[in-house]
Structure formats: C-alpha cells, structure tokens
C-alpha cells in the first residue's frame, strides 16, 4: 500500500492545468487523463475491499496520507471498513462539542484531525478543524506545526468554498517584500486557464501566533479577509443594491479612482466595506469562542472591542464623511465630484451595473438622480445577495427597472 500512495502523491496534480484528478485518473479542470493514475486507484480499491478490518485501529495508515480518501470513501462507503469510520466520526463530533477542556485521547486527537481534512460533511470539516486550531487556547497542543497548518488550511477552504470561487488559502512570508513588511493578511479574485480562484493570504508570523495560542486576532483576520471576498461576490455577481452596498461601491472606486495612499489610507477607519468586514469577523470570533468556551486574554480581548467600537461607529455614521486633499467631503459630493461631467469611468458602470440606478448619462455626462428616486429604488430592491438565489436576484432587477422608468 505505501509503495502505491508513494507514487500517486508523487503524481501530483495535472500537469496541464494544475488542477486535481479524480480517482479515475480525469482532471477535474481540463479533462485530460492520466491512465497511470487510474489503475493505481483500482489497485488501492482492490485491496481495501479484500480488507476485512473490524476496529477502527486497523485502518491502514497509508490511505490517511490520501487527499483523495474521500472520494476513495464514497466509492466504497457500505464496506464495514468506512462505517466503522462514519460512527466514529459521528460520535468525536458530539464529544468535542460536550468537550469544553479538550480532553481527547492521543487516540481520538489524531482522529480529529484527520476528520479535519477528510470527512465527507464540510460542517463536520470546519467543527473538527476549529477544534485542532484552538487547542492550544486552552492547553498544550497534541499537534504538530503540520498537522495544525492542515487543519487550518481544510478549515479555511471550507468556509471559502460555501460562497466563492475555487477557494485557496496560503500562508505567507510577507516580510520578504518591502509593500507588504506590515501586512497581515489580503485577499483577491485570480482567473488563470479559465479557472476562477478565491484567495486567501495571511502572514506567517501571525499563523505562528495562533498556533501558539498567543493570539486569536490571526483568525478574525481571516475571517475579515473572507468578508471582503464575500463583499466582492455580493456586488460584483449578485449585484445586490441597497444604501450600503453604495456606499461600499463608492468607496471603492474612489479608491480606484484617487488612488490608496490618498483615499484609502487616510479614510481607513471610515471605509464602508472595512467597518462591515471588521464587524462581521469580530462577531464570528465571538461567536466560536462562545461555542468552545476559550477565554481571551486581556490584549485581543481589548483589540477586538476597540476595533468593534469604532467599525459601528463609523458604520452607523450618517454623514459618511471623507478626507481628500486636505478638505472634508460627504461621501456621495465626493462620489460625484468625480463621477459627473465626465465619461472618463464608464468602466465603472460595467464593473457596478448597480450604478445605473442613481445615475443616467445624457448629452454626454452623467446626472445622479433625484434623491426621492434613489431612496424609492432601494425601497424596492433593499434585499442582501445572501437572501436570494439567482431567480430571485433576476426578478428585483426587473422590479427595479420597471420601477424607475414609473417615476
């Protein structure tokens, strides 16, 4: 069995694309075969069906070292081999829950985190995965560096893969460039191949805190990070429309516009999508460490409720003020001061079709709409992307259009 798992991971994945092939040798991204491949699965398979194992001991370690073990399992789910697994799985998923000292075995430990990579559920996946990532919160670790960055990296791409694109999440030496020396984390969209991505990047340094139980706030970076891509997706694809939804829109593309050092950078604890990001992942901090009774110490706990503070402060700001060239502008002036009389940022609208709801370009410029209008039209349309599938998404951009061609 080694010496077949030894060549499959040596295989790696499509050396077309990059992508992933299935237990048939088929990459999942370009289709191409890889005959080698295939027939070394058949022989895995061949040999787990003729394995009579009756304890959950005597599962074979080397399939551990699989990424493909779950489709592996499907295939072959009513053999007493897996079921074995499946009640173990399901009872470690009520302990940890009862469990709130993390006191596991060496036994069931290990078995959490490799439930962690390789359970079929994505629910079962993140509960297991929180476990590995927070035990060093409450006492010494059973894991190992790798073990630990695993279960994060599993965790983290099952979160991302609920809401976006092919998920990826890397953990990085920021350090190395000069722009990036102070950055925690960050995140972006990457087409390559026909292939859409969602990425993830957060510091090394601030992994290793977490894995050392120094630190809880490299997790509601990560969190804040997702929000962002979230934000993105919400916009972008869902084209969702309400008053913060523009005001996330202007904000950025002032930032596109201005340029980050002279917009981003110095209205940062003002900018919409920030304080929503900020907000959201510190709520999900609270929520988990709720969930698994850990106890902060006194220095992340005073972050996150500085940091709360001042996203709902500026969340629930009506003015919506920004700084630009050294005077102070409401955000929708500013928006406008920018986006009328010109057709320099056409693009914008093709990027937010959105925009076509407060603005209308005539005789060669753009005039925002009456603020009766604008405010009639979010009335109508005032949903969130997680509210509604694409059918319903179709039909409010209908509602809407009709809706203002009426006033």
Do not use: W
């Given at each position: ?194 292939i859409n991505e969602s990425v993830i990047k957060v510091s090394d340094t601030e992994i290793d805190k977490l894995y050392n139980g120094e630190s809880i706030l490299p ?179 209908n509602n809407v259009e009709k809706h203002s061609k009426l006033i």
């Amino acid at each position: 069995m080694k010496e077949l798992v030894d060549k499959i991971i040596n295989i790696g994945n499509c050396s077309s694309c990059g992508g992933e092939y299935s237990i048939h040798g088929i990459c999942a991204y370009c289709n191409k075969k890889n005959n080698e491949l295939e027939e070394l699965f058949n022989k895995i398979i061949e040999i787990i069906k003729n394995n009579n194992a009756k304890e959950i001991n005597e599962v074979d370690n080397q399939l551990f070292r699989l990424k493909y073990y779950k489709e592996i399992n499907e295939h072959l789910l009513s053999k007493n081999y897996y079921k074995l697994l499946k009640v173990k799985e399901d009872e470690l998923i009520n302990k940890i829950y009862n469990d709130k000292n993390f006191n596991l075995s060496d036994e069931e430990s290990k078995l959490v985190q490799f439930f962690s990579v390789n359970s079929l559920n994505r629910e079962y996946r993140k509960s297991f995965g929180l476990y590995v990532i927070l035990s060093n919160f409450v006492k010494k670790s059973k894991y190992s560096k790798e073990e630990f960055l695993e279960s994060l990296n599993s965790y983290v791409l099952s979160i991302m893969s609920e809401h976006t694109y092919i998920p990826k999440f890397i953990v990085e030496n920021f350090s190395n460039t000069q722009s990036n020396k102070e950055l925690l984390g960050s995140q972006s969209f990457v087409k390559h191949d026909n292939i859409n991505e969602s990425v993830i990047k957060v510091s090394d340094t601030e992994i290793d805190k977490l894995y050392n139980g120094e630190s809880i706030l490299p997790l509601q970076t990560i969190y804040h990070e997702y929000i962002h891509l979230m934000q993105a997706a919400n916009l972008k694809e869902a084209q969702v429309f309400n008053k913060e939804a523009l005001y996330q829109i202007e904000d950025f593309l002032l930032t596109k516009m201005i340029g980050k050092k002279d917009y981003y950078d110095v209205n940062y604890a003002h900018i919409t999508f920030e304080s929503e990001a900020e907000i959201s992942s510190i709520s999900m901090i609270k929520t988990l460490i709720d969930s698994f009774n850990i106890k902060l110490n006194d220095l992340d706990n005073k972050e996150l409720e500085t940091n709360l503070f001042y996203a709902m402060v500026s969340q629930n700001d009506k003015d919506k003020i920004r700084e630009y060239d050294g005077k102070r502008y409401n955000l929708d002036i500013l928006f406008d001061m920018f986006m009328l009389g010109t057709n320099k940022y056409k693009e914008a609208f093709e990027m937010y079709p959105q925009l076509s709801y407060i603005y209308e370009f005539k005789d060669g410029r753009y005039y925002r709409k009456p603020k009766e209008t604008i405010d009639k039209i979010v009335e109508v349309f005032s949903v969130t992307g997680a509210d509604l599938n694409n059918f319903q998404i179709n039909m409010y951009k209908n509602n809407v259009e009709k809706h203002s061609k009426l006033i």
